[in-house]
């Protein structure tokens, strides 16, 4: 499939802002942390929470046809992933506007909106994976991994991000920050190698048999019926080389995960400043890319239909 | 309930295209707005269709056989378009089982295209918004129609009557009939998304035989007695000189007719 970009940057962002605020909301949860030597740590976590979730939101609505219909999107909760996630959104963004409005008026973070705020962020966790892992015969999507990797890849970027913030707001947290970063990095670099060798086996749904009920064994496309463009010629398909789509898994393993894991983990402390803020960017691009290959890697069903050339 | 739905002969369809234009054309025209074409005279123009037709070959030369396969929305009875759209813009009617986009409340998030394993649902770029065939719900119901016209735009151009259209939960309409005698199917049934379009399946003409039988006697194992090499030559060259023969022969028959074997009938299926 072909990926959207727009969507691309959206569950990027937001899989970040999610996990920077189970990160900071957890100590508050606990109790353990002292409101106010935490208070600047939580205020600007949640400043860039908005901030991701902002720039996420006008992503996903450079995704539609029709922004201006996008309320609408909110109707059909009871059926469609994507309506639920339309809703958990706000709603996460709205417990964050929340929480510092309380962080304002009363000086630490109560452990109700706390709580509400992590709530939010897995539910909106399970909601976006859930659009992809719920079309049950797109085989590359319709897993449980997706789900599991979708939170994976959201704590670990968060946990990266909250590192760097503490490095600068709240230096006695850094360290905690920067062992369970590299903790979360590994996890979600198992958890995509996990799905890379499940898709080694993952044939697509139905088959060019079925797809036009011949039972020959030969069955050769030789019109696809046009010359011309057309939708189902463009979106279901990425149009890259399989190099192309190689040095994107790669990149994905390497400036994903094992870089930021090296900068995070192998740095002495006085270039931390730098180098931690570096594990952020290289990882969001690693993640970026993760997204494009979550995209590509899916052999529609309906592709079948448009195999020639003509 | 009612269920309409086409069904499609494909022993009879010719792959002329007939279908394609007259439902560009009405619908098109029709009330829920224009299918775009974006660069129609340009280079390489991008346009909105709800039926395309294409060509299969089938089986190996010189044995194949072209199919002609026209496909649209197939109106699923079990929709996976239906669920997951986040507007409830995409829906199944209840009188007559016609999947439907609401274009007034089609937010363009191309999800159901996603979600439907056929490619039926085409985007327009130009409106922002998901179309497919609506099995010309804005023409089978219209009474300043004739009776007879009161059908989808291709069943009423199909020159060789290739489409049928009716109920297919009446079990005593057309297109009932002609699924349960003429072995109609369905496309990906394994899916479990219950097409309610059918397709009538080829039928191999009789008299293709003497051209199987040649390429049999062809493929035939030498005699085990001959050396190795000797074997392993003929296998390689027979096949292929047979392969020369009959392209020639399919060559002479193209230019000048089946003059030869008056035993073999008229193509079916119009290459």
């Known amino acids: 499939m072909r990926p959207a970009f727009s969507v691309l940057l959206l569950t990027t962002l937001v899989g970040c802002a999610q996990g920077l605020a189970v990160a900071v909301a957890l100590p508050a949860l606990w109790g353990v942390a002292d409101p106010a030597s935490w208070l600047t740590l939580w205020r600007i976590s949640l400043w860039a929470i908005l901030g991701m979730g902002v720039i996420g939101l006008g992503a996903s609505f450079a995704h539609l046809g029709r922004p201006e219909r996008a309320w609408r999107a909110a109707a059909m909760w009871r059926t469609s992933w994507l309506s639920r996630e339309v809703i958990a959104l706000p709603a996460f963004l709205g417990v964050a506007v929340l929480s510092l409005l309380a962080l304002q008026q009363l000086g630490h973070w109560p452990a109700l909106l706390a709580a509400l705020l992590m709530a939010c962020a897995l539910a909106l966790w399970v909601c976006t994976a859930m659009i992809y892992a719920g079309i049950r015969f797109l085989r590359e999507w319709a897993t449980p991994l997706t789900v599991v990797n979708f939170v994976l890849m959201g704590l670990a970027s968060g946990g990266v991000l909250a590192a760097s913030l503490a490095q600068w707001a709240l230096a006695s947290a850094a360290a905690p920050y920067g062992d369970a970063a590299a903790v979360l990095l590994a996890l979600a670099l198992f958890g995509r190698l996990a799905a890379l060798l499940r898709l080694r086996h993952v044939s697509p749904a139905g088959s060019m048999q079925t797809a036009i009920g011949v039972a020959s064994p030969i069955i050769r496309q030789t019109s696809k019926g046009f010359t011309a463009r057309a939708f189902n010629t463009h979106e279901f398909f990425h149009g890259r080389s399989a190099a192309w789509v190689t040095g994107v898994r790669l990149s994905v393993l390497l400036l994903g995960f094992v870089l930021p894991m090296l900068l995070v983990l192998g740095t002495p402390q006085g270039l931390q400043d730098v180098t931690w803020p570096l594990a952020l960017a290289s990882n969001l691009a690693g993640i970026f890319a993760e997204r494009w290959d979550f995209f590509a890697q899916v052999r529609h069903p309906q592709n079948r239909y448009y195999q020639a050339a003509l | 309930m009612t269920q309409l739905a086409l069904v499609i002969d494909l022993n009879v369809c010719v792959g002329c295209h007939a279908c394609v234009t007259s439902c560009k054309q009405w619908n098109t025209s029709g009330s829920a707005g224009h299918l775009s074409d974006l660069q129609p005279y340009g280079e390489n123009p991008l346009g909105v269709f709800f039926n395309r037709v294409q060509t299969y070959e089938v089986g190996q030369f010189p044995h194949t056989q072209t199919v002609h396969f026209p496909k649209s929305c197939l109106h699923c009875e079990e929709p996976p378009c239906v669920p997951v759209c986040p507007t409830g813009a ?53 009474e300043t129609i004739p009776q007879a016209q009161r059908r989808p735009a291709c069943v009423n151009a199909c020159p060789t009557n290739a489409r049928l259209f009716g109920d297919v939960h009446d079990p005593e309409s057309e297109v009932s009939r002609a699924i349960r005698e003429r072995g109609g199917y369905a496309l990906m049934p394994e899916l479990g998304t219950r097409p309610a379009n059918h397709y009538l399946p080829r039928r191999l003409p009789q008299g293709s035989a003497p051209a199987d039988a040649r390429a049999q006697t062809a493929q035939q194992p030498p005699p085990q007695a001959a050396p190795a090499r000797h074997a392993a030559m003929e296998t390689l060259r027979a096949p292929q000189a047979e392969a020369v023969e009959m392209e020639s022969r399919s060559l002479f028959a193209r230019l000048f007719g089946a003059v030869f074997d008056t035993r073999r009938p008229a193509p079916a299926g119009g290459e």
């Open chain 2, 90 to 142: 995409s829906y199944k009617r209840k009188v007559d089982g016609i999947v439907l986009v609401d274009s007034d409340k089609c937010i363009g998030c191309k999800y159901c295209s996603w979600a439907c394993p056929y490619g039926a649902r085409e985007y327009d770029e130009d409106r922002g918004l998901m179309t497919k065939c609506t099995l010309c719900v804005d023409r089978i119901y219209d």
